[in-house]
């Protein structure tokens, strides 16, 4: 291609971005946008960020229980908001709707407003495929952050990588193992859970640990591991961790087990 062929190109990709823009505002003037409002967007990058956000979650406001828990978690809180800006994910109506309320207490929510993160999970990417680990991989390549610590590994062809995926629904999990689990092998951990906790999948940890991220630049697991309940196809327990900026480290190890940095990140059960 030539400079001529290559300057004709980028006139056309320029005539239709002014397009685009030309439609855009034609739209945004029928639905009231005036010159004074088009000051206030101008002047205020605080308020463009917010317009632009509140248009790639596709014009979706939160619901006053989401609201409440927003304001008693704090940063530790990541909605429908940072879904949508973290992962480009636009959740359709009937998603919504299912996610409306959170169950949780906010007795609950206040015990643990500073020790876990409350997050949305959703099983898709913005494409509509299955967002598993593998497709995290994909979506998040070694040249960047966050990343995986290895893009060739074992569990390329593992169910957990592979299959799993997040469920539409709030997940309540703590941001770093407990101290009593450290030194002690899954059977051990296990015998610490309360009634009212349970031990996530490795999709789970992936997936909040790298909205985290991506949200809050916080780094989860940074020198340990959380223990999953994914088993891999030899038998050994998943765990993940190590999140460094070399990467979040994925592997697996017999039940009996045990050492320091290995230990338990238990999640809520829902209580409404």
Not at 155 to 180: N, P
Request: glycine letters at 8%.
């Amino acid at each position: 291609m030539n400079k001529e062929d290559v300057a004709s190109l980028q006139t056309k990709e320029f005539g239709k971005e002014l397009g685009f823009i030309h439609e855009g505002l034609i739209t945004l003037r029928k639905a009231g946008m005036n010159h004074q409002l088009w000051a206030k967007l101008t002047e205020s990058e605080e308020l463009a960020i917010k317009v632009v956000a509140y248009v790639q979650r596709g014009g979706y406001d939160p619901t006053t229980s989401q609201k409440r828990a927003r304001e008693i978690m704090g940063k530790n809180f990541l909605g429908v908001e940072e879904v949508a800006e973290c992962f480009g994910i636009q959740l359709t109506q009937e998603e919504l709707t299912k996610v409306a309320e959170i169950l949780f207490t906010e007795a609950t929510l206040q015990e643990c407003k500073d020790t876990h993160i409350l997050f949305l999970g959703v099983n898709h990417d913005k494409e509509g495929k299955p967002l598993t680990i593998n497709r995290f991989r994909e979506m998040f390549p070694s040249t960047g952050q966050p990343r995986f610590w290895s893009y060739e590994s074992w569990h390329d062809k593992e169910k957990f990588a592979t299959k799993e995926t997040a469920e539409l629904k709030w997940y309540l999990v703590r941001k770093a193992i407990t101290e009593e689990s450290r030194s002690k092998n899954y059977t051990e951990q296990e015998k610490l859970l309360k009634e009212n906790e349970e031990r996530e999948r490795a999709i789970v940890y992936v997936y909040g640990i790298f909205l985290m991220f991506r949200a809050r630049n916080e780094r989860l697991f940074e020198t340990d591991y959380a223990w999953c309940t994914d088993l891999g196809s030899y038998g050994c327990r998943v765990y993940v961790g190590s999140f460094d900026s070399g990467g979040l480290f994925v592997s697996s190890y017999w039940d009996g087990g045990c050492a320091l940095a290995w230990g338990l990140a238990p999640a809520r059960k829902f209580e409404k």
